[in-house]
């Protein structure tokens, strides 16, 4: 492909136009086919400050904010809670979405987090389970895909002293 461009002057503007296009063109066909499943399985007028109603093993009844719901992008939170499958998701006879396969005191935990998600300048840390919990709790983080980045150092070293320290030895 480069030896085309060497040889044919202005083609390689066109080539990267083409392709441009292309991609638009797809991306485009990508938010039609989201928008058409919102109107067929969802909510098309779902909004960040919804309040979302949970029943969690019919033992635990959570409210929280849409918005708190979906903060992790690319979660399966995030998905499930968007509004693209509202009418999709399993329901109790008093409409709360039920969670049947979730252990209370874990999505509490996990409710927690998202909020300190939201409010959080960096990314904070998952919250604190008792060991006997804790594989309980990562598979739970793992399996709604809610692993961030760790957070930056706080504490950079200071250069000048790295320097000092690196001549004297």
Known sequence: MLEELHHKPGSGLKKIKEENQAIKSRYKDIIDRQEALAFQHGCEHAKPSDIIYLNVRRTELFTRRRDILTVVKGSRLEALFSGRWENQLLRDESERVFMRNVIPDMFKKILEYLYMVKIA???????????????AFDMYVDFFKLRLPSAPRQHRPNRQYLLLWTRRK
């Open 121 to 135: 300048d960096d990314t904070p840390p998952l919250p604190q389970v008792a060991d006997e919990d804790k594989e």
